[in-house]
Each structure stands twice: as C-alpha cells, then as structure tokens.
C-alpha cells in the first residue's frame, strides 16, 4: 500500500470517532494493552508527560514539547485530532512523522488489528508509542483523546500529569456534570506522580485533591500560583506580565499564539514546566524557556488556533468546539474593529449546541455549512435552530462554498470568523492551503 491507501485503509477499516461518533468510542484498555504486548510495550521506553482536559490540552502540549525541544531534548509529541493530515498527531521535534513509517506499522498491524479490532484512535496511539521508543525520544507529550480514566493513552505511567480545566463536553460520555466530568479525567492521576491543575473549580477541585490523596501524590493549582496581570497583544502573538504569588515583579513572557485564553493556558505551561524541574529528572535550561515559548507554535507546527489566515477582510479561524471555548471566541470578536463581522459556523449532529448557540452574536451575518464527515450537523438544520437564537444567515452545502460567499460579500474592513467545529476548522485550513 501507499501512504494514501494506508489512510484510507485506517479511516475506513477501523471505527473513526470524529467520523461516526459513538459507535467508534471504545472506553477501557484491554484494546491498548493487546497492542501494546504486541509491539513490546514501547509506551514503557520513553519517559511522558500526560495532558488532560476539557480545554487548552493541545495548546498546552504544544508549549511544553516546544520548550523540552528549545532544552536539547529530543521530543515527541502526540495529540488529536489532527487538521489537514493524518502525521500530524505524531511528531518528534516538531517534524510529522514520516509517510513511510505509517505505511510499515499499518502493514505489520493488519493481522493483530483483525484479531483485536482497535478503535482508529486506538491504532494510532500504538502508532505513537512505537513511534517514539523507535526513534529513542528522551521524552514525550502524551494528549488524551477524550476523557482519562479509560482514555486509550492511559496507560502510560508519566513523570507529570497535567490536567487543564474541566466544563462540558463529550457529556454522554464522560457525565453531564463538572464533577462526573472531572471524575473521568482525574483518572490520569497515577500512584506517586504528581499533577498539575490549570484552574482551581470549586465544583471540580475538591475531586482532584481526593484522587491525588488516593494515589498518594499531590495536586498543583496552577492559578493559586501565577496569574497574568497584563498582556500585550499585537499582530505576531501576544506579551503576557506574569506575576508569581510572593514576588514582587512580573516577567514577560511572549508566544507566537493569538487568542486570549491563551492566558490560562501560558499559567499552566509554566507552572508545569517548573514541576518538571523540581519534582522529575528532567532538568531545562531557565535561558531556554521563554525564547522557545516565543517560538512554540512555529516550531511544533500548532495551527487551527485563533489562526489569522489573510488580511483585508481579516479571516480568523479557531477550533474552539464547546460553550467555554465558544464564550472565549466571543468575547475575543467584542476587541476587534469592523464593518460587519460574518461567521461561518457548522457543529457535529451529536452534541448539545444550545450553549454555543446562545453565545454566538446576533448582529453577525451567517454561513451555516457542515463539514464532509458523517457527524456532521445538516446545514439546513442548523440554520433553523440558529434562527430560533436570533442567528440569520444562510446555509452551504460545504465549507469551502460558505468561505467563497463570505470572501465575495465581504469589504475590506470586515471580519470573517470560521469555527463551531474542528471539522471546519480543518477544511478552511485546507481550502486556505490550496490557495
């Protein structure tokens, strides 16, 4: 097989969740360890730091494999879901895993992956962990997928769990409340590691210190510890004064990502980054830290980000997918100056989108469209409960035929949003990179 027919053969031969949703969510992790034997535990040969959360896990891991990077580490890196390509989910150094080895694994998989059936997300966990005790990383980013306790990467035994905040999300799997949500993802807390949380939730906290308690390990609030007391934003990125509780002056800190949520994310980067230094072997260079901090985005590859994509009309992309990440969007649209803003916007049919829905601007003009997955939320659909949200616009059958009418109705001083799903995130990027 080619790399194409490698893809096709993973996208359609083994249950894809951002496809079809439910039916591919294979909770527990008798699967992974099947594979895991199979290949020789790789996951056991490289030392990681695990990520959990509702929002910010991708930013977040994309700032620590960067600065480990900057410190002469040899990095892996895995997180999901991926934009535009398959290899983006794996990366060493920041450089996506080569089309070759995705083609090797997939053909010395196919008789265990018959006999075992992993889930798509499943398959390419394995790929990581092989991936990564091959080209002997000295350390590895690990992202859950969903949740934590039965999240296939669970079962790694990190240096450093993180987990970055919890609201809704994934609710018919995960629990429809913070503390059943928080339950789940507190599953990544292991015995003697300690763990990292961005934000302290009063709902949310308490389940945190007891699984810590539990595991006889400790739990780091990160905002009880830093907080950013200005920031400065400009077209290359963004300056935050981060204030550490008990002294005195505040340190810059600049990253090279948009998006002002960024400043829970840059909390909790640092206050992991100082964790690994005092309770791991890992050891960073403090001259290293904020020149790759600087650098992060470009240098791992992170896109899909509050994304400036042109100029005149300014058109911003962001992959904020739920009610907190969708409120942080809208009130980052309320700082920006234009003639009329246009939103494109699709969701997935299986989730709850009222929140985002109640969120979303009326003096917007939409482009209501739906991504080329079987999730996908009708577009018609969408638009008729959008309506019922004061939401007016009309609706495309794609998202490249959305993102060509807004460009055609737009003046030069208007803005352009595209978000609401991943999913149309990727395929704006991938219209954009055609281009």
Known sequence: MNYAETIDYLFHSLPVFHHSGGTAYKPGLQTIRELSAFYGHPHTRFPAIHIAGTNGKGSISHML?????????????????????????????????????????????????????????????????????????????????????LDATNIITPVLSVITNISADHTQFLGDTPTAIASEKAGIIKPGVPVVIGETQPETAPVFKAKAKEMKTFAIFADQLAEVSRCLTTTEGQTFYIRQHGKEHPIPVKIDLSGE????????????????????????????????????????????????????????????HNTAGISWVVRQLEHFAYRTLRIITGFVSDKDITGMLELLPACAVYYFTRAAIPRALNEQTLERQAQSYGLSGKSYASVATALKAALNDADADDLIFAGGSIFVVSEILETYSCL
Request: net charge positive; proline share 3%; aromatic share 8%.
């Open 65 to 149: 494999a960067a600065v480990l990077q900057g410190c002469g580490y040899t990095t892996g890196l895995f997180t999901s879901p991926h934009l535009t390509d398959f290899r983006e989910r794996i990366k060493v150094n920041g450089e996506w895993i080569s089309q070759q080895e995705v083609i090797d694994f997939v053909e010395k998989s196919k008789d265990i992956f018959t006999r075992v059936q992993p889930s798509f997300f499943e398959a390419a966990t394995a790929l990581a962990f092989d991936c990564f005790a091959r080209r002997k990383v000295d350390v590895a980013v690990i992202e859950t997928g969903m949740g934590g306790r």
């Open 261 to 320: 949520y960024q400043q829970k994310n840059i909390i909790t980067a640092l206050i992991t980054l100082q964790a690994l230094k005092v309770h791991t072997g890992i050891r960073l260079k403090a001259d290293r830290i904020t020149p790759s901090l600087e650098h992060a985005a470009q240098t791992t590859g992170l896109h899909g980000r509050w994304e400036i994509l042109q100029q005149h009309p300014r058109v911003i992309c962001d992959s904020a």
